[in-house]
């Protein structure tokens, strides 16, 4: 297997709904990754797990919660959203140090309204 | 994005050359990386290259690495349409927390016409 799988790949959620994105991968991988995209840019880092522990928060507001239960899961839970949190989260999985590159998922499309 | 600067967009013709050009600021990125983005869809990495290297060939991938100018490129042979999409070059840039992470470029779209 060497897919990471995120679902759902459409979302759409009012600014008061609670949430969550789901991340998976069975690649044996110790470091996964979220980042957020907005059209027509690039992708930015959001948190970054390693041995499931966060090792790196970008700033990222509260609003936005991880969370790894296991080697092959990466969850980011979602309150109080605001519409200009829409866009693309990606999540991806690596080897710890990373040098081989990272493993992207198709993303879940996110819409707050 | 602010530190991997690209070229916003490049329109070639099938079976002509693509040349994606990349500059990177961090002079101490052991790996330097292209992934290639679909409309709607996640990121796929194309190739990487390691710093020691000037170029790495892969099939119709050709990247050429300039460690003095900071410069990358990326050559796509016989472009077709399929190759039609956004292409990000990327490095791990040194974090806050002492730890490594990939970091993207603005990417450049590519649009091959038939």
């Known amino acids: 297997d060497t897919e990471v799988t995120q679902t759902p790949k459409h979302l759409v959620m009012g600014m008061t709904n609670k949430k969550s994105l789901k991340c998976e991968q069975h690649?044996?991988?110790?470091?996964m990754y979220w980042y957020k995209q907005k059209a027509k840019k690039p992708p930015e880092l959001m948190f970054v797990?390693?041995?499931?522990?966060?090792?790196i928060n970008e700033s990222v507001p509260s609003r936005f919660s991880p969370e790894c239960p296991n080697s092959s899961l990466l969850n980011l839970h979602l309150h109080a959203l605001q519409p200009e949190d829409s866009a693309l989260y990606l999540c991806?999985?690596?080897?710890?140090?990373?040098?081989?590159?990272?493993?992207f998922g198709s993303g879940t499309r996110l819409t707050v309204v | 994005g602010e530190d991997v600067e690209q070229s916003l967009f490049l329109s070639v013709r099938e079976g002509d050359s693509s040349v994606i050009n990349c500059t990177y600021t961090d002079s101490s990125s052991t790996y330097l990386y292209w992934y290639k983005q679909e409309p709607g869809a996640g990121l796929q990495l194309l190739t990487y290259i390691f710093s020691n290297m000037d170029m790495k060939q892969d099939q119709r991938l050709t990247v050429l690495l300039n460690k003095k100018d900071k410069h990358l490129s990326l050559r796509i042979a016989d472009t077709q349409t399929g190759d039609s999409a956004i292409y990000f070059c990327?490095?791990?840039?040194?974090?806050?927390?002492?730890?490594?992470?990939?970091?993207f470029g603005s990417g450049t779209r590519l649009q091959v016409q038939p």
């Open positions: 797990y390693s041995y499931e522990k966060l090792s």
């Open positions: 990327a490095e791990t840039l040194l974090m806050d927390t002492g730890r490594r992470a990939l970091t």
């Open positions: 690649m044996g991988h110790r470091a």
């Open positions: 991806a999985s690596s080897q710890e140090t990373g040098v081989y590159g990272y493993t």
